[in-house]
């Protein structure tokens, strides 16, 4: 299949094969490349699936689906997507490896999730973790996260209990894992806390794949006291987000540009949009700079404000609507 590619895609397509292959061996003999290339996942073109008794559980991703500004540069890069079932059935040491991997390759990890599983059931139950947020013990610096709750808790079966955003690059999800694999009528009493980290506002090492249980127990003093139940010792290590001050100066120049195209370009954009084709459209911005005031910003600060910002582009922009950090 690789002699079909046409010759700009094959070397890609090798690195990433000889990637998939490296992921593999990290994780165990169990572990291999599934031998036909597979249409790409996450705006990529292709994939190599990692797969475990010929079922998938993880891929490595390249070249670009799309010609847009964002997915140029995303045709650069080479990602590695690691299911949950990958991680559960590797030999032990995998994440070990794995982060020597990453150390290697030179790479920037863009989520973590690290998760804690109650199998006999968690203290208190999932209505004990809502009364735990109400009374505070979940807030960071003062400030209380976001939450939200999913699934039937009149009945409590099959509930979830968010806390944060993945907006903020930060949340956790503890659930009835076990009414989720068992059935709810099941009443398994299988617990699991997820906490999810991205790299929208932080820099994720990886030590974190070394030091699970540090990093897990640095998220909150809730956290913490989660894994000493679970028997667990850890040096609580924090992943911090990016300085405030470069945060907020990139979001005050990117809310400015955004204005100025809405507010002076808006009549302009309106005609091409509505009558000009998207290539059309694509070449009226094609090789274009940015703007003088974005160009002091590398591609990762701009784009860990921009999802911010397009998500709001209806609402208005400052500092309104904002997540907390």
């Keep these: 299949l690789l002699r079909t590619l046409p010759d700009a895609d094959f070397c890609p397509s090798a690195q990433a094969l000889t990637l998939a292959r490296d992921v593999c061996a990290a994780l165990g003999p169990d572990y291999a490349v599934f031998p036909e290339l597979r249409k790409g996942h996450d705006f990529y073109r292709f994939r190599w699936s990692i797969v475990r008794n010929d079922v998938e559980c993880g891929w490595v991703g390249f070249l670009a689906s799309g010609d847009s500004p964002r997915q140029h540069a995303q045709s650069e890069t080479l990602h590695v997507n690691l299911y949950g079932?990958?991680?559960?059935?590797?030999?032990?040491?995998?994440?070990?490896?794995?982060?020597?991997?990453?150390?290697?390759?030179?790479?920037?990890?863009?989520?973590?999730?690290?998760?804690?599983?109650?199998?006999?059931?968690?203290?208190?139950?999932?209505?004990?973790?809502?009364?735990?947020?109400?009374?505070?013990?979940?807030?960071?610096?003062?400030?209380?996260?976001?939450?939200?709750?999913?699934?039937?808790?009149?009945?409590?079966?099959?509930?979830?209990?968010?806390?944060?955003?993945?907006?903020?690059?930060?949340?956790?999800?503890?659930?009835?894992?076990?009414?989720?694999?068992?059935?709810?009528?099941?009443?398994?009493?299988?617990?699991?806390?997820?906490?999810?980290?991205?790299?929208?506002?932080?820099?994720?090492?990886?030590?974190?794949?070394?030091?699970?249980?540090?990093?897990?127990?640095?998220?909150?003093?809730?956290?913490?006291?989660?894994?000493?139940?679970?028997?667990?010792?850890?040096?609580?290590?924090?992943?911090?987000?990016?300085?405030?001050?470069?945060?907020?100066?990139?979001?005050?120049?990117?809310?400015?540009?955004?204005?100025?195209a809405r507010n002076t370009a808006g009549p302009a954009l309106s005609f091409l949009v509505k009558f000009a084709s998207m290539d059309q459209l694509a070449q009226v911005c094609e090789q274009k700079q940015l703007p003088g005031r974005l160009q002091r910003f590398g591609e990762s600060e701009l784009d860990s404000v921009a999802d911010l910002f397009m998500k709001n582009l209806g609402t208005g922009f400052g500092r309104a609507g904002m997540p907390a950090f």
């Design 85 to 260: 079932a990958a991680c559960t059935f590797a030999l032990p040491g995998f994440n070990e490896r794995l982060a020597e991997l990453v150390d290697d390759v030179d790479a920037k990890i863009t989520r973590v999730d690290l998760a804690l599983d109650f199998f006999d059931g968690l203290a208190g139950g999932l209505d004990g973790v809502r009364q735990d947020y109400m009374a505070g013990a979940m807030d960071h610096r003062g400030k209380r996260p976001k939450c939200n709750m999913v699934g039937d808790w009149c009945n409590g079966a099959a509930r979830s209990f968010y806390v944060g955003s993945k907006e903020a690059g930060k949340q956790t999800n503890v659930y009835e894992k076990g009414h989720q694999l068992y059935g709810a009528e099941s009443g398994n009493p299988w617990a699991r806390i997820e906490l999810r980290y991205g790299n929208k506002l932080r820099v994720l090492p990886s030590d974190m794949l070394r030091r699970p249980d540090d990093f897990f127990s640095g998220a909150s003093d809730w956290h913490q006291q989660q894994l000493s139940l679970a028997s667990v010792d850890a040096t609580p290590e924090p992943v911090k987000c990016t300085p405030r001050l470069a945060v907020e100066t990139v979001q005050a120049e990117v809310s400015r540009v955004i204005r100025w």
